[in-house]
């Protein structure tokens, strides 16, 4: 499939905040329009945006409203989520893309994202795995810059830090994955990812190392990890062991998972729920170099531009 990249940002151009997952505070997006206005963009809020129904930000058809209308508007360019949490999944299939499909514009957002990423894969067009409102004040400048200059078509290579994990190689392929956890709960679906011949990226937060685990191994026997030109390993936040000690670390986890194939691993690269998340296009070619001394991924130029 031939993806269908969003037009780059410009000046003056509109972005949208809207709240798909969960809730949160005003002072967040109050942060976010500061920054994208300071990039020169107009912001226009979700009318629900700031809404909270337990767990989520507002009910299913307020959440799907703001997104259908964010879609829906010609003049927004992109659409960034404020947060992740929980509530993309009970949203995705209740709405009409067929105007974003005639009018590209980006999503950006990562974490419970990571539906909507696989979502727009499947309908053939390139999104931003990328910081939200709400991790704004939180992630370092050189993060917010990355997702600047990826918004407005400045992209750069993106290096990962040393590790003894990693496992040298060079490929290249379309870039796909996100949030390992939201990987695993759309297995099947049918907007899942295609992986052949991909570049998967993968990251998580704050889960038991079995759990991991787990996940990893569905990825393996269901032929995932298989079909992949390369694999890298974002940020993994949080890690811990249940009630009986597991024996083992993320690495070793996914290095003994992928010991029958050859491709290249990165390990440590500085996207997810971290300070350092660097923003990248899911649905891009990438070339992934990895050495013990770091990895290098860096996009490719032979994708369609709209």
Partial sequence: MTMIRPNFLQKGDTVALVSPSGPIQKDSIDFAVQVLTSWGLHVKIGRHA?????????????RRTDFQQAINDKKIKAIICTRGGYGAIRIVEGIDYSKL???????VGFSDITV???????????????????????VTEESLQTLHDTLFGKIKPIKSAVSHANRPGKCTGKLVGGNLSMLYSIRGLSFEYDYD??????????????????????LKHSGILGKLSGLIVGTMSGMKNGVDEYHGSVESIILDAVKDYDYPVAFDFPSGHEEQN??????????????KKGGTLKIAKNVQLV
């Fill in 50 to 62: 700031y809404e909270r129904d337990g767990v989520f930000a507002g009910t299913d058809e307020c």
């Fill in 197 to 218: 011949g991909a570049v998967l990226f993968i990251e998580d937060l704050n889960e038991y190392l079995y759990h991991i685990d787990r996940m990893i191994q569905n």
């Fill in 278 to 291: 660097h923003a990248l296009i899911f649905g891009a070619t990438y070339t992934l170099s990895v050495t």
């Fill in 101 to 107: 499909l005639s009018n590209p514009k980006w999503i």
């Fill in 116 to 138: 909507f990423h696989s979502k727009m894969n499947s309908l053939g067009v390139e999104s931003i795995h990328g910081a939200m409102a709400k991790s704004f004040p939180n």
